[in-house]
């Protein structure tokens, strides 16, 4: 879930409007304050000012913000503007998206609204990071919302096509084939937890969707008798949390087989800083997002300020700027490995 911004309190007052009318004589100099005619005997006082006709002091009423109906009784002011009443008032409000309330006091969650009661209620989508209406309970007890869990990613066919579908575009993203691609193998929550204890080099409290796996194995063979030593050889997996939503399902996909190209193609870099890694495959996977408009998953990218996630992601973006791929490609092949630094450059 990305960081939740509190809505300003909404403000307003009801107050009414006070129109006199005065039945004694006017004086002749005396004139309409609107129309400039002359007073009759009977005329009417609205705010210190005169007018000749009821019509007349229509014009100097305020109109409702949102009907644009005159005012003539009570009404409410939010912000500088005025409201006929409730009703209209509430249509400025932004409603919340579990209960449909308009919200007075609440959080806004990257794009999204809810109200305070129904954020403090509702448990959190393990999957979009957002409140769950009506949540699911899965059997490790991860909890998710309706929207997430109708495209959820399940079982191992239909995930290794959204895997395919990553990397096709990774590899057309970056002219680069993966020569050997990872086995895919989804796990659920208990498993990924006890893969990231054993496998994972950072101990950053990201959220965990993916783990890529290289293991190298030494074979060794007999020979009537004798041993000689063969090539070393490498099993390369990529772990994938189940029930993840097909967009960040592919997203956390992109990210991870990532790992793997910078493995195949920039050797030079297997002893960068973490955040090199974590970097470079999270600008490939905001890439992504913004190639198919995953507006939520690139802001959870955006807004993330781990010190390897995060920060390395805000260097890439600088170094890609207007040229893309082209340019880390470039700082791949060039950068001096030995002088980079522990942590991310800030601007």
Same mark, same amino acid.
């Given at each position: 879930m990305g960081p939740m911004s509190e809505f300003s309190r909404r403000l307003f007052a009801t107050a009414a409007l006070l129109i006199g009318v005065a039945t004694v004589g006017a004086a002749p100099s005396m004139r309409c304050h609107v129309c400039a005619g002359r007073l009759s005997e009977q005329?009417?006082? &609205?705010?210190?000012? %005169? !007018?000749? =006709?009821?019509? !007349?002091?229509?014009?100097? #009423?305020?109109?409702?913000?949102?009907?644009? @109906?005159? +005012? /003539?009784? @009570?009404? $409410?002011? =939010?912000?500088?503007? $005025?409201? !006929?009443?409730?009703?209209?008032?509430?249509?400025?409000?932004?409603?919340?998206? +579990?209960?449909?309330?308009? %919200? &007075?006091?609440? *959080?806004? +969650?990257?794009?999204?609204?809810?109200?305070?009661?129904? $954020?403090? #209620? =509702?448990?959190?989508?393990?999957?979009?990071?957002?409140?769950?209406?009506?949540p699911t309970q899965l059997d490790d007890g991860r909890e998710i919302c309706v929207n997430c869990a109708r495209w959820a990613v399940r079982d191992e066919a239909l995930a290794q096509q959204h895997y395919d579908r990553a990397r096709r575009w990774l590899e057309a993203w970056t002219s680069l084939t993966i020569g050997s691609v990872p086995d895919l193998k989804l796990v659920d929550r208990d498993e990924m937890m006890k893969l990231s204890t054993d496998l994972r080099k950072s101990d950053s409290p990201v959220p965990i969707r993916g783990l890529y796996s290289r293991q190298t194995y030494l074979r060794k063979r007999g020979f009537f008798g004798a041993w000689r030593e063969s090539p070393k050889d490498s099993r390369e997996t990529i772990y994938l949390i189940d029930h993840l939503h097909d967009e960040v399902f592919r997203v956390a996909a992109t990210h991870e087989l990532t790992h793997d190209l910078i493995h195949e193609h920039f050797k030079r870099l297997e002893d960068a800083p973490l955040w090199v890694h974590e970097g470079l495959c999270q600008q490939a996977a905001a890439?992504?997002?913004?190639? #198919?408009?995953?507006?939520?998953?690139?802001? =959870? +990218?955006?807004?993330?300020? /781990?010190?390897?996630?995060?920060?390395?992601?805000?260097? *890439?973006?600088r170094v890609a700027g207007f040229e893309g791929w082209s340019a880390l490609k470039r700082w791949m092949e060039t950068v001096d490995v030995e002088t980079l630094p522990e942590t991310a450059p800030k601007p």
């Open positions: 005329y009417w006082t &609205y705010e210190n000012k %005169i !007018c000749c =006709s009821e019509a !007349c002091v229509d014009l100097l #009423r305020p109109r409702c913000a949102r009907c644009e @109906k005159v +005012i /003539d009784g @009570k009404y $409410v002011e =939010s912000e500088g503007a $005025v409201y !006929c009443g409730q009703n209209c008032f509430n249509t400025t409000l932004p409603d919340c998206e +579990i209960c449909n309330e308009p %919200i &007075y006091e609440g *959080f806004n +969650i990257t794009s999204h609204n809810y109200c305070q009661r129904c $954020v403090e #209620r =509702s448990p959190t989508c393990f999957c979009c990071g957002l409140p769950a209406a009506y890439e992504y997002c913004r190639r #198919r408009n995953y507006a939520d998953a690139l802001q =959870s +990218i955006e807004i993330c300020t /781990d010190p390897d996630y995060g920060d390395g992601y805000q260097y *890439f973006k």
